[in-house]
C-alpha cells in the first residue's frame, strides 16, 4: 500500500511559479511510475506529466513543455513538478499517482495509476 501527499499549490499571478511536491509513504516507492494529472471543473482529468522509476525518463504533454519540470527523489520518497510561466489554463486540482512498473513506458490514462493522492489546488490569476 502506498499513501501519497501533495502539497505546494495555491494562488499565483499569470507568469509565476510554484513547485509541487508529492511525498509517498512506504519503503518501495522507486518501484513505481509517478504521474501528474490535472482536473479543471468540467473538464476531464488529464495527464500533464509521468517520471519513470528512476527520474531518468520523463514525459510532458504538449501544453506544459517547456514550463513544467517532474523530478524525484527516491531517497525522500517525493517527486516534484516545477511549474514556471503559469497560465490561466493550467488552473485545475493537481494528483500525483503512483503506478507499479518493472520498467519504463508511458502512462496517460487514470486505469495506469493504482494510487492516488487527495489533489492540491493550483489557481492562476490574471
Known amino acids: 500500500q502506498v499513501q501519497l501527499v501533495e502539497s505546494g499549490g495555491g494562488l499565483v499571478q499569470a507568469g509565476g511559479s510554484l513547485r509541487l511536491s508529492c511525498t509517498a509513504s512506504?519503503?518501495?516507492?522507486?518501484?513505481?511510475?509517478v504521474g501528474w494529472f490535472r482536473q479543471a471543473p468540467g473538464k476531464e482529468r488529464e495527464a500533464v506529466v509521468t517520471?519513470?522509476?528512476?527520474?531518468?525518463?520523463?514525459y510532458y504533454a504538449d501544453s506544459v513543455k517547456g514550463r513544467f519540470t517532474v523530478s524525484r527523489d527516491n531517497t525522500k520518497n517525493t517527486v516534484y513538478l516545477q511549474m514556471n510561466s503559469l497560465k490561466p489554463e493550467d488552473a485545475a486540482v493537481y494528483y500525483c499517482a503512483a503506478g507499479r512498473a518493472t520498467g519504463w513506458n508511458i502512462r496517460l490514462q487514470v486505469r495506469d495509476y493504482d494510487y492516488w493522492g487527495q489533489g492540491t489546488q493550483v489557481t492562476v490569476s490574471t
Open positions: 517520471i519513470s522509476r528512476s527520474g531518468d525518463s520523463t
Open positions: 512506504g519503503r518501495t516507492f522507486s518501484s513505481y511510475i
